[in-house]
């Protein structure tokens, strides 16, 4: 039998994030994410009972303790791999005003990613969107290609409190610029910076 190794942290939440990590070890980074996205007792809970819903094919949720906003489903790439570029949807911009009215409601979101299809940074209030959420203490991440960043928006980056970016590549190098259609160089710049 496989001796279950549970992280117990210094706080209880934390120990619970890391049993829940050891039994659902699909994922090592689980329990290291969790508490980030989920930091209070009410959210844990609240997600808690979303999970354990969804695990029971129960239809309906508890509430939703992070959500998932797409800025603008308009991208500055037209990826080989990218569906969505291709569906004929209709583009545009998220409204700020529905942005904020949107977080407002809610006020239980303790953790938001601000990506789906689209590239965040073609959003031109995204990093009011960022510091907006960072105000209402909500951990916020996204998903970028990369490509719009410079070192005047790094900086942007870096003072809208964003917590997490997570660079969408298929690849390096040669393979990465088969696959997006642009220079892999700029790219490795952008992110080392």
Same mark, same amino acid.
């Given at each position: 039998?496989?001796?279950?190794?549970?992280?117990?942290?210094?706080?209880?939440?934390?120990?619970?994030?890391?049993?829940?990590?050891?039994?659902?070890?699909?994922?090592?980074?689980?329990?290291?994410?969790?508490?980030?996205?989920?930091?209070?007792?009410?959210?844990?809970?609240?997600?808690?009972?979303?999970?354990?819903?969804?695990?029971?094919?129960?239809?309906?949720?508890?509430?939703?303790?992070?959500?998932?906003?797409?800025?603008?489903?308009?991208?500055?790439?037209?990826?080989?791999?990218?569906?969505?570029?291709?569906?004929?949807?209709?583009?545009?911009?998220?409204?700020?005003?529905?942005?904020?009215?949107? @977080?407002? !409601?809610?006020?239980?979101?303790?953790?938001?990613? /601000?990506?789906?299809? *689209? #590239?965040?940074?073609?959003?031109? $209030?995204?990093?009011?969107?960022?510091?907006?959420?960072?105000?209402?203490?909500?951990?916020?991440?996204?998903?970028?290609?990369?490509?719009?960043?410079?070192?005047?928006?790094?900086?942007?980056? @870096?003072? !809208?409190?964003?917590?997490?970016?997570?660079?969408? /590549?298929?690849?390096? *190098? #040669?393979?990465?610029?088969?696959? $997006?259609?642009?220079?892999?160089?700029?790219?490795?710049?952008?992110?080392?910076?």
């Amino acid at each position: 039998m496989k001796k279950l190794r549970v992280p117990f942290g210094k706080y209880p939440l934390v120990s619970a994030y890391g049993l829940i990590g050891a039994i659902l070890n699909e994922d090592k980074r689980i329990a290291k994410r969790l508490p980030d996205c989920f930091p209070t007792y009410s959210s844990f809970f609240g997600e808690f009972l979303n999970q354990f819903y969804r695990w029971i094919g129960r239809a309906r949720s508890h509430m939703p303790q992070g959500i998932i906003m797409e800025p603008t489903n308009f991208c500055n790439l037209r990826c080989r791999h990218c569906s969505a570029q291709v569906n004929g949807e209709e583009r545009g911009y998220m409204d700020y005003d529905f942005y904020t009215r949107t @977080l407002d !409601s809610n006020p239980q979101v303790t953790c938001l990613m /601000l990506s789906r299809y *689209g #590239e965040p940074f073609l959003h031109p $209030r995204i990093f009011d969107m960022i510091e907006y959420a960072k105000r209402k203490k909500i951990y916020v991440f996204l998903y970028t290609n990369g490509t719009l960043l410079s070192r005047e928006k790094s900086d942007m980056i @870096l003072a !809208s409190g964003l917590d997490e970016i997570i660079f969408s /590549l298929e690849g390096t *190098g #040669e393979e990465y610029e088969k696959n $997006r259609g642009v220079p892999y160089a700029k790219l490795k710049q952008a992110m080392e910076y």
